[in-house]
C-alpha cells in the first residue's frame, strides 16, 4: 500500500483529498503548512506526495528548493490553483514531477493522476 503526504491549507479540498486516497486503499499523512510537511518528508517514508504551493509557515516553492537535492525525497505533484507558465516551469525546474490545477480538476481526477503515477 503506497503511503502519500496530502500537504494542503484548505480542509475541505484535504479532506476530499484524503476520503478520496482511503478510497483507493492508500496510507495517509496530512499536513497544513510547509514547515510541518519538510520535517515530515525528511523524517517519513512516503511513495507520493501532494503539494500544495500557497502554504502558511513555508511556501510550495521553498519546500521544493530545500528537497530539490535530497535523494531521499519522494517523488512530489503539485496540486495549485497557481497555473500560469512561469509557476508550472519553476516547480517542474525544482523537481515535481507532474503539476495539476485545482480549478481544473476534481479529486477523482487528481486520484486518477496519483495512480498512473505510481502503476
Known sequence: MA???????????????AKECKKKGFDI?????GENALKKIKTGAFDLVLL?????????????EKIKDDTNAPP?????????????????????????VKAQSTPENIIEKVLTFLS
Open 76 to 100: 512530489i505533484i503539485v496540486v495549485s490553483n497557481l497555473y500560469d507558465k512561469e509557476s508550472v516551469d519553476k516547480a517542474k525546474s525544482l523537481g515535481a514531477k507532474d503539476y495539476i
Open 3 to 17: 503511503k502519500i503526504l496530502i500537504v494542503e491549507d484548505d480542509n475541505f479540498l484535504l479532506e476530499m483529498l
Open 52 to 64: 500544495d504551493l500557497v502554504l502558511p509557515e513555508l511556501h510550495g516553492f521553498e519546500l521544493l
Open 29 to 33: 499523512d496530512i499536513s497544513t503548512n
